[in-house]
């Protein structure tokens, strides 16, 4: 089975602060992704990455930025936290199969900013 | 069908009832689909997938009907359990410019009745 790890679960950070979502996947999968999830809204794509060291925005960058040092590694960061970024992230991986492969989540990290 | 605003659609069905969830996708160019399922506090979870040149799919307990012609997508749970309770939605794949472009509805809630 696909394993995709968000390292917290659940963080409190404040206004400012400098804040990283560590993910990690075993399956060996090319893509990875970084989506928030907001009551409404839906899943929405905040950068993803095809390639270690390669990155290319989503729908919603700004405020963000990310970092693929390793294949198995997606980490996002926050670099000056603000309230409007409280929200759950979900890190996700595929097979880059150009006509669509199936994308597995992780469980998820609520972030509460105050 | 999907909805946009603060409250998710939401399907009650009596335990041992079939449920059907409908979704409503937006690009004729999108050729791959998936439904999933997501469980309060955690991430979603791959339940079942249809290319686009197929119009049916079965898996244990579901069925994913697809129709091309009005870019409709539903899931069919069979004898629906409480543990189906969750929130439900699709995911549109196609390819774009080089990339998998993937969109996802906001959800359905299928709240099972005991």
């Known amino acids: 089975d696909v394993k995709v790890t968000q390292s917290s679960r659940y963080l409190v950070k404040r206004t400012g602060e400098k804040v990283f979502l560590e993910c990690v996947q075993d399956m060996d999968h090319e893509n990875m992704f970084w989506y928030r999830q907001d009551p409404g809204l839906g899943l929405r794509l905040i950068y993803f990455?095809?390639?270690?060291?390669?990155?290319e925005k989503g729908d919603i960058p700004e405020g963000y930025s990310v970092s693929r040092e390793k294949k198995e590694r997606f980490s996002l960061i926050l670099e000056s936290a603000s309230t409007n970024q409280t929200s759950m992230y979900l890190c996700?991986?595929?097979?880059?199969?150009?006509?669509?492969?199936?994308?597995?989540f992780g469980e998820g990290s609520w972030l509460t900013v105050v | 069908g999907e909805s946009v605003g603060l409250h998710l659609p939401t399907l009650s069905v009596q335990e041992g009832d079939n449920s059907i969830i409908n979704c409503a996708y937006s690009?004729?160019?999108?050729?791959?689909f998936i439904w999933y399922k997501q469980e309060s506090g955690k991430g979603p979870q791959f339940i079942i997938d249809i290319r686009s040149n197929m119009d049916k799919r079965q898996g244990q307990r579901v069925t994913v009907l697809l129709n091309k012609t009005v870019k409709h997508l539903s899931l069919q749970i069979a004898a629906t359990q409480p543990g189906d309770s969750a929130v439900y939605f699709c995911a549109e794949n196609r390819g774009s410019g080089g990339y998998q472009k993937v969109t996802f509805g906001i959800g359905t809630k299928l709240q099972v009745i005991p």
């Open positions: 990455s095809y390639d270690v060291k390669m990155k």
């Open positions: 690009n004729s160019a999108s050729d791959y």
């Open positions: 996700a991986s595929s097979l880059p199969v150009i006509s669509g492969n199936t994308i597995y």
